[in-house]
C-alpha cells in the first residue's frame, strides 16, 4: 500500500527526518547540558578550594575551619585540609598515589581535579597549600548526586519538548504531502489516459453511425500514430547512434545560422571556436568562419569543400546546402570536419623518417664503399694504411650498427613492448658509474667531469638499472662531444621528498632555443652540418625520454647557446 500511494512515501519521509533530526538535538542538547552543569560543579568546587587556600595561607586556621564548615554545608561539599600534609593520613595517602604529572600539577599552584575519588560519583579538588619545606595538601569533595536532580530535570523536558515537536511534525508532514502529491496524482491519470487513447488503447465501437465511424477512424489513426512514431523513433536513433560513432564532426544548421545538429566530435570544435570569438562556450550559432561559407554554399546552392586551419589544426570542411521536402526551398546546410592534421603529421614523420634514415645510412655505406673499393684494387702496400682503412670500415659497421639498435629500440619503446626490469635501485651507484665509465675520455679531451650528491648516504629507486644507466650514458656522452677542451661537465643528485633529481650540466656549446622544442624527436642533431666522428646518430635523447617517462619521471632541459646544457631527470623515489 505505502509503495504504490505517493502521499504516504511523502509522508513517512518527511516525519523520518524530523524525527531523526530532533532525536539528533536532543542527544546533542543532552550531553551540552550534563557538559556544563558538570562543569559549573568544578568551578565552584575550584572557587571553593582558593577561598579556603586563602585562608589558610593567611594563618587564619580557626576562621578557615569556621568557614569550611558553613561552605560545606552550603555546598553539600566535604572539605579537608592539613599543614603539614603529612600530619593527615588520608591526604598524605592520597597525595602518594598521585603520578609525578599530578604532583607537578599541584607544585606549579594549580588546582588537581580527579573525578571517582573515595567512591564513583564524586568530585574531588586538589589544592597545594605553600608552607615553607613542608607544605599542605586542601582537598574539596562533592557527590554528583548534587547535581543529578538538576540534569533528569532538564532530560525530561527536552524529551518532553522533541516528542511534542515528532507529533506536531506528523501532522503537518501528512498535510504538506497531501497538498504536493494532489498535482501529482491528477498528472498521473492524465498520463494514463493520453496512454491509453493515443497508443495502446482502443475504442469498442458498436454502431456504425457517425460515432461508430469516428470510433473506427480513431482506432485506425491510434494505430498510424503508434507505428509512424516508433519508426520515426528507430530512424531517429539509428542516426543518432551514426553520428555519435563518428571521428568527424558533423554540424547542421537553418539559413539564419542556427545551429540544427552536432554530434560530439563538432561539438568540441564549435565549443572552442566559439569561446575564442564571444566568450561563450555554448554553441548556438556557427562560428564567423563557417558562416562566411554557408552563405557561399546558400548562394551557388552548390557543395563546397575547404582546407582551414581551425585553432592550429588543419580541418577540411565539405558543406552541402538542405533543401525542404519540395526539393526547391533551401532550408540551411550540412558539414562534415574532418581533422587531418594527425594524418598530414604523420605523413611527414614517415617522409622524414625516411629522409633522415637514408642520410644516415648513405655516408658510411659510402665510406665502406670507397674503402673496400680501394682495399679491392690493393690501394697502397702501407699494411698501416690498409690497416687503418680496415678499421674506418669497421667503425662504419659499427655506427650502423647502433643506429639499428637505436631504432629498434626506440620502435619498442613507443609501441610499449619493451621490458623493464624494475628492482630496487640506487641512483648514486648508476651516476657514479657512468661517471667512471667516461672518465678516461675526459681526460683524453681535457674535460672536467665531476659528480657531487646533496645525501650522503644511498638514494632509493625503483629502477631498470641498464636502462637508467643508458639514460645517464646517453646524457653525459652528449655533454662530453659537444663540450671543448679546458671544459666541464657536472653532475648533480639531489633529492626532494617524492622526487630524485639528477642534472647533467656542461660547458659546451648550447642548443639554439628554436631547436629545443624539437630535442625529443627523432633524428634531431644540434650540429647540423653532422660530420662524422662528433655527431651520434640522433635517437639518444628521444630514447632516453622514452625510458625516463616509462619509470614514472619526468626531464627537462635548460640551455644557453654558447654557454652550456643542463638536463634535469626526475625520477620517483622507492616507498620504503
Known amino acids: ?98 603520578s609525578a604529572q599530578q604532583r607537578a600539577v599541584l607544585s606549579a599552584g594549580q588546582p588537581l581535579i580527579i573525578s571517582g575519588t573515595g567512591h564513583k560519583n564524586a568530585v574531588s579538588v586538589y589544592l597545594l597549600i605553600p608552607a615553607g619545606a613542608r607544605p599542605g595538601l586542601l582537598v574539596v569533595t562533592q557527590p554528583s548526586s548534587v547535581v543529578d536532580a538538576l540534569i533528569a530535570q532538564m532530560r525530561n523536558l527536552i524529551f518532553f519538548a522533541t516528542m511534542l515537536g515528532i507529533v506536531l511534525a506528523t501532522g503537518l508532514a501528512f498535510v504538506v504531502s497531501k497538498n504536493l ?4 496524482l491528477q498528472m498521473n491519470q492524465v498520463a494514463e489516459a493520453m496512454a491509453r487513447g493515443q497508443f495502446d488503447g482502443t475504442i469498442q465501437v458498436v454502431t456504425k453511425d457517425e460515432v461508430g465511424r469516428l470510433g473506427r477512424t480513431f482506432n485506425a489513426l491510434a494505430g498510424q500514430l503508434a507505428r509512424t512514431i516508433e ?96 526539393g526547391e526551398k533551401l532550408r540551411g546546410m550540412v558539414a562534415v570536419l574532418r581533422d587531418v592534421t594527425e594524418e598530414h603529421r604523420l605523413d611527414r614523420l614517415r617522409k622524414d623518417f625516411i629522409a633522415n634514415v637514408s642520410h644516415e645510412l648513405r655516408t658510411p655505406l659510402s665510406m665502406m664503399q670507397g674503402y673496400a673499393e680501394a682495399l679491392l684494387d690493393e690501394f697502397g702496400n702501407d699494411p698501416v694504411q690498409r690497416r687503418e682503412l680496415t678499421e674506418i670500415i669497421h667503425d662504419e659497421t659499427l655506427r650502423m650498427r647502433r643506429l639499428v639498435n637505436d631504432l629498434l629500440d626506440l620502435a619498442q619503446l613507443e609501441s610499449g613492448q619493451f621490458q623493464m626490469a624494475f ?16 672518465h678516461a675520455l675526459a681526460l683524453e679531451r681535457s674535460i672536467s667531469v665531476s659528480f657531487h650528491s646533496a645525501s650522503e648516504g644511498e638514494v632509493y629507486v625503483s629502477a631498470d638499472y641498464d636502462r637508467l644507466e643508458q639514460v645517464f650514458t646517453n646524457l653525459v656522452d652528449n655533454a662530453i662531444r659537444h663540450t671543448g677542451a679546458q671544459g666541464f661537465v657536472q653532475i648533480f643528485l639531489n633529492t626532494s621528498s617524492k622526487y630524485a633529481q639528477v642534472s647533467v650540466s656542461d660547458s659546451g656549446s648550447g642548443i639554439p632555443a628554436e631547436d629545443l622544442p624539437f630535442i625529443w624527436e627523432r633524428f634531431y642533431k644540434a650540429d647540423k652540418a653532422r660530420t662524422r666522428g662528433n655527431a651520434g646518430t640522433g635517437l639518444g635523447l628521444a630514447i632516453t625520454r622514452h625510458i625516463v617517462l616509462e619509470h614514472g619521471g619526468d626531464i627537462i632541459v635548460e640551455s644557453t647557446l654558447g654557454q652550456g646544457t643542463s638536463f634535469t631527470v626526475s625520477v620517483p623515489l622507492l616507498r620504503m
Open 423 to 438: 628492482a630496487k635501485t640506487d641512483i648514486s651507484t648508476v651516476v657514479r658509474r657512468v661517471v667512471r665509465k667516461f
Open 181 to 184: 502529491s494532489r498535482p501529482l
Open 231 to 326: 519508426a520515426l523513433s528507430m530512424e531517429k536513433d539509428q542516426l543518432s547512434s551514426i553520428l555519435s560513432s563518428l571521428e568527424d564532426g558533423v554540424v547542421a544548421a537553418d539559413i539564419s545560422g542556427e545551429i540544427t545538429l552536432a554530434n560530439p566530435p563538432a561539438l568540441r570544435k564549435l565549443r572552442s571556436s566559439l569561446l575564442a570569438e564571444t566568450g561563450v562556450p555554448e554553441p548556438v550559432k556557427l562560428p564567423e568562419h563557417l558562416t562566411g561559407l554557408m552563405m557561399g554554399v546558400l548562394a551557388t546552392k552548390r557543395p563546397v569543400v575547404r582546407t582551414v586551419d581551425w585553432q592550429g589544426r588543419e580541418v577540411i570542411i565539405t558543406m552541402t546546402p538542405l533543401y525542404e521536402s519540395n
Open 1 to 98: 500500500m505505502i509503495r504504490n500511494s505517493i502521499v504516504a512515501k511523502l509522508w513517512l519521509t518527511i516525519v523520518a527526518m524530523v524525527v531523526v533530526v530532533l532525536a539528533l538535538l536532543s542527544i546533542l542538547l543532552q550531553q551540552f547540558v550534563d557538559n556544563y552543569v558538570y562543569q559549573q560543579q568544578t568551578r565552584e568546587l575550584v572557587r571553593l578550594a582558593s577561598s579556603v587556600q586563602t585562608m589558610v595561607k593567611q594563618d587564619q586556621s580557626v576562621v578557615a575551619d569556621r568557614v569550611t564548615e558553613k561552605l560545606a554545608f552550603v555546598q553539600n561539599a566535604q572539605i579537608l585540609f592539613s599543614v603539614p600534609l603529612t600530619s593527615s593520613p588520608t591526604l598524605a595517602s592520597a597525595y602518594e598515589h598521585f
